[in-house]
């Protein structure tokens, strides 16, 4: 079984800033710690095409997928590079009405990616499983839509109430990816979500490159220490050790539910935060699936 684990891992917030190891370098560790392919982020997409095929070569992986909006340029780039899927690594949505608009946006860009070979899905938080007239909006999404596909994040389907085995088969063949977040408890979807027509605030990751490091390095310690808030803490303090006690999820009836599907998902191990050093983590992570699930 290959498991692949998202570059978001390896210091996703540092990866926008600019900071922190080369590209490269994460490829290499995430070989080392006995991946087989990856999934990257917009920021890794800023690297010439042929500097990505090189160095996913010299490290022996392949590329999966890259979280991003689904645009023309990033499709045709993961395609270049061989991509599989672009998924959209959520957007805000609130409302039925709202998740129909969103399924039709998705379903023109999966249209514009067909030609390139290219499947674009959406990834959930929790938030996705609020319900709205009766349903939860990303199951609106889902049935409102037919040329997209979806990335399950079973941590967050789980932390918002919703089993992933029973999902997945609810919506066979309609799920590109997973990605692997132990959980232990459920805390819901939380309140409605912010509408797709609130005003955006400008992103914080903005016109990065003019900055000199000092600045950037303000910015991550700022970052880091919103995350590390007791707010913030609790959605993350939810997840736990691949196999542990605690844990609710259930791995092998997730891969059962999968395998139902005509074609293969790709398995994606995402942390936000780590039980224990952070490689050790994300190896342990890697060797529980690769041990466990058949």
């Excluded at 599907?261 to 994606?268: C, G, L, R």
């Amino acid at each position: 079984m290959q498991i692949g684990i998202g570059t978001y891992s390896f210091g996703g917030i540092e990866s926008y800033l600019g900071l922190g190891p080369s590209l490269l370098d994460k490829f290499k560790t995430i070989k080392a710690l006995g991946y087989d392919f990856v999934e990257l982020l917009p920021a890794d997409l800023e690297n010439d095409t042929e500097d990505l095929k090189a160095w996913l070569s010299e490290a022996g992986l392949t590329v999966s997928s890259v979280h991003a909006e689904p645009t023309e340029a990033i499709v045709k780039k993961m395609a270049d590079i061989g991509g599989k899927a672009v998924i959209w690594a959520g957007t805000p949505f609130n409302s039925t009405e709202e998740a129909i608009e969103l399924a039709k946006k998705l379903d023109a860009m999966a249209e514009m990616a067909a030609p390139y070979g290219i499947k674009v899905g959406y990834h959930n938080h929790s938030q996705e499983f609020f319900v709205d007239k009766g349903k939860p909006i990303l199951e609106t999404v889902i049935e409102n839509s037919s040329k997209c596909f979806f990335q399950l994040d079973c941590g967050w389907a789980m932390n918002a109430g919703t089993y992933p085995p029973s999902f997945i088969r609810r919506y066979r063949n309609r799920f590109v990816a997973i990605h692997v977040k132990e959980n232990s408890r459920v805390q819901g979807p939380g309140p409605r979500p912010a509408s797709m027509y609130e005003e955006k605030k400008p992103s914080p990751f903005a016109n990065l490159k003019a900055l000199p490091v000092e600045e950037r390095e303000k910015m991550l310690a700022e970052i880091k220490a919103r995350m590390d808030s007791p707010e913030s803490r609790k959605r993350f303090d939810v997840q736990c050790r691949l196999g542990a006690p605690e844990s609710n999820i259930d791995w092998q009836e997730i891969k059962n539910a999968l395998d139902e599907q005509d074609f293969e998902a790709f398995w994606i191990v995402e942390r936000e935060g780590f039980y224990t050093d952070h490689d050790q983590c994300l190896k342990d992570d890697c060797e529980w699936l690769k041990a466990h699930i058949h």
